[in-house]
C-alpha cells in the first residue's frame, strides 16, 4: 500500500553531524520511532498525520553514527495499536532495542506477553489532542493494570496546561509512568514560573514518576541556532531539563525522537541533538546517569 505523506512534512535530516559529545559507553536514545516502511507496514487507518518512511535500518544506522548502544523504540500514534513496526524493529536489533508499545482494551493476555519477550517494557497513553481521539480515562486504568504484572511502565504524552486536570489520574496509576518531553512546557515562562513548579512538584511528590529531558526542538522558541559554530543548541531549553536533571539524577531519561515527527519550523541535526547533552547533564556522572544507568534499570533490567 503506498501513503500519500503529509503536505508540508519535513523529513528527516539526510547527513546529521558527528557530535562532539562522545556519549559513555552503553549510551541508550530513549525515544525515538520507526515508521513503516507503509508498504510492509500499513498506517493506520484512525492516523492523524502521514509520515514519511524512516525504517529500522535507518534509525539502527543513525544510532552507530552518534555513538550510541542502544534504542527504546515508542510507538508513535500514525501506527495507532498496530505494533508490527515496532516488533519487528525490536527483533531485528540484535538485543540492542526494547519498547513501548499503544495496546487496545482488547488486548488478550497472549499478545501481550508477545509483546513482552519482543522486547516491549511499557505502554504509551498519548493525551495530546491533536495526535489522537479521547480514551476514557477507566480504559486507560485498566491497560495500567494488566500491564503493571508485566513489570511494565506507562509513558504519557500530554501537553503542559493539561496537567492539573490530568494529574490525579497520573498520580493513581499503579506503576512507573514516564512522562514525555518533560511534559512540554512552554519555555518562554520561567523555569521557576507556576506552569513549570507544577511539573516539578508532580515528580516530587511521586517518585514512581520520570521524565524525559528530550526534544529541545520541538519546546524552543529561540529555535535551534548554533551561535557562531558553538554547538550548544536550543539555549532556552536548557534550564528547564538541566533543572529536572540536577534534582531528579535517577528518574531522567534521553532521546533523540529521530525522526522527528510533526515538525513544522525546521529539522534538527541529530548530531548538534547530542550535543545538547552536556549542557543539561554537565558532568560524567549525571550523563553516565541519564544516558545509561537510567534506561538499563527500565528496559534491560532482566
Ligand atoms: C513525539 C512527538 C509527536 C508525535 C508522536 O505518537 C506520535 O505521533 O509522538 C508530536 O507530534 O509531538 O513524541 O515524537
Known amino acids: 500500500m503506498s501513503f500519500q505523506v503529509t503536505p508540508g512534512w519535513l523529513p528527516f535530516h539526510p547527513s546529521p553531524s558527528k557530535p562532539r559529545f562522545v556519549a559513555p559507553a552503553g549510551a541508550v536514545d530513549a525515544h525515538c520511532h520507526v515508521f513503516g516502511p507503509g508498504d510492509r507496514f500499513p498506517y493506520a487507518p484512525e492516523r492523524k498525520y502521514t509520515p514519511c518512511d524512516a525504517s529500522k535500518e535507518q534509525l539502527f544506522a543513525l544510532r552507530d553514527h552518534l555513538g550510541f548502544s542502544r534504542n527504546v523504540v515508542v510507538q508513535a500514534t500514525c501506527h495507532g495499536s498496530d505494533n508490527r513496526a515496532l516488533v519487528d524493529a525490536l527483533e531485528s536489533s540484535g538485543g540492542r532495542a526494547r519498547g513501548v508499545a499503544t495496546v487496545a482494551h482488547d488486548v488478550t493476555d497472549k499478545e501481550l506477553q508477545a509483546l513482552h519477550v519482543a522486547g516491549v517494557r511499557g505502554t504509551r497513553f498519548n493525551f495530546v489532542k491533536r495526535l ?16 503493571a504484572p508485566l513489570g511494565w511502565h506507562v509513558v504519557v504524552y500530554f501537553e503542559a496546561r493539561d496537567l492539573p486536570e490530568l494529574w490525579d489520574f497520573f498520580t493513581t496509576l499503579p506503576t512507573t509512568v514516564v512522562v514525555d518531553h518533560m511534559g512540554r512546557p512552554d519555555v ?8 513549570f513548579e507544577g511539573f516539578v512538584k508532580l515528580m516530587r511528590e511521586n517518585e514512581n514518576i520520570w521524565s524525559k529531558v528530550s526534544c529541545p526542538e520541538r519546546l524552543s522558541v529561540g529555535g535551534p541556532p548554533a551561535l557562531d559554530g558553538e554547538r550548544a543548541p536550543y539555549r532556552d531549553v536548557v534550564p528547564f531539563a538541566k533543572r ?15 525522526p522527528h515527527p510533526n515538525l513544522k519550523d525546521h529539522m534538527p541535526d541529530d548530531g548538534l541533538l547530542v550535543d545538547y547533552i552536556p549542557s ?3 558532568t560524567p556522572e549525571a550523563q553516565g546517569k ?11 533490567n532482566d
Not at 188 to 195: F, I, K
Not at 244 to 254: C, G, I, K, Y
Not at 290 to 297: E, H, K, W, Y
Open 280 to 282: 543539561i547533564a554537565p
Open 132 to 147: 489522537v481521539d479521547f480514551t476514557p480515562r477507566e480504559v486507560l486504568m485498566d491497560i495500567a493494570s494488566r500491564v
Open 188 to 195: 518562554s515562562q520561567p523555569v521557576n514560573g507556576p506552569e
Open 290 to 300: 541519564l544516558l545509561v544507568d537510567n534506561p538499563m534499570r527500565l528496559y534491560w
Open 244 to 258: 529536572l536533571v540536577e534534582t531528579f539524577p535517577d528518574r531522567v531519561l534521553w532521546g533523540t525522537d529521530w
